[in-house]
């Protein structure tokens, strides 16, 4: 009886020991793919960052890229729209680095105007020092808009106080990196009501955060709202989307 115990217990020990070295070998190969994957999205970015320096001819460093930032891939993909099309009135919901480089294209361009609306006076006011060291002040404008309650779709939300935008000007080009998540469950939604009906045909949306469930909630809230918006998904660091207005003939 105390052999066959034995044996038992030494079958367990054995089949455990298996088990452990299994689930290391699991996350052995695990780690080895999480830092193949890391080496990958790092070396993107500083293709994308190289790639913007070269694009835009900048002479002066960019503010870091990384944290709460937009990467640099979702920045070539502005810059590089930007340059393309040449958008006459571009609209930012949250100011910072992609201010920099959409006033820099309006500069290349040779015309246009960037307005972004910024709900941190901390944060409107790096933006604009930003922007005069790298002599671009008079190709982008940090508009001062608080978050306020404001109705939307039968329901209350807060939002930027877009009463500073040109109430006349036709949207060319929007960027939604704003308001921060941590407001509202779909903190971005608000600016499809807001800004979508006065874009001009053809104009384009780029949404940064995509692959949040609060930035996906947003992009299907819209699908439904304006149907004439065609969305596709841009691989970018942190997820994007890009929404062009074509409307029905």
């Not at 994308?48 to 460093?61: E, K, P, T, V």
């Not at 006076?121 to 930003?130: D, E, G, I, L």
């Not at 699908?223 to 004439?228: I, K, L, N, Y």
């Not at 918006?229 to 660091?237: D, K, N, Q, V």
Request: charged share 20%; with cysteine.
């Amino acid at each position: 009886m105390m052999e066959t115990l034995a044996i038992a217990a030494l079958l367990f020990l054995c089949a455990y020991i298996l088990h452990k070295v299994r689930h290391m070998h699991l996350l052995v190969h695990a780690l080895r793919d999480d830092t193949r994957h890391g080496h990958t999205t790092l070396f993107r970015q500083l293709e994308a960052l190289q790639g913007l320096y070269i694009s835009l001819g900048l002479r002066r460093a960019l503010p870091l890229t990384r944290g709460w930032a937009a990467s640099p891939d979702f920045l070539q993909e502005l810059a590089a729209h930007a340059l393309d099309e040449k958008p006459r009135c571009v609209v930012e919901c949250s100011s910072g680095i992609s201010t920099l480089v959409l006033a820099r294209c309006m500069q290349l361009n040779g015309g246009g105007m960037v307005y972004s609306l910024e709900h941190d006076p901390v944060y409107a006011r790096r933006t604009r020092r930003q922007l005069e060291l790298h002599g671009l002040g008079a190709w982008a404008t940090v508009l001062d808009a608080p978050l306020t309650l404001q109705a939307f779709g039968g329901a209350t939300q807060v939002w930027y106080d877009s009463a500073k935008l040109p109430a006349d000007a036709a949207i060319d080009m929007i960027v939604i990196d704003g308001p921060p998540q941590a407001v509202a469950d779909a903190a971005r939604y608000p600016a499809g009501p807001v800004l979508f009906p006065r874009m001009a045909p053809g104009a384009k949306v780029f949404l940064d955060d995509a692959e949040r469930p609060g930035e996906q909630a947003a992009l299907e809230r819209w699908a439904r709202e304006f149907p004439d918006l065609e969305i596709e998904a841009l691989p970018c660091e942190k997820g994007a989307a890009a929404l062009r207005y074509r409307p029905a003939a």
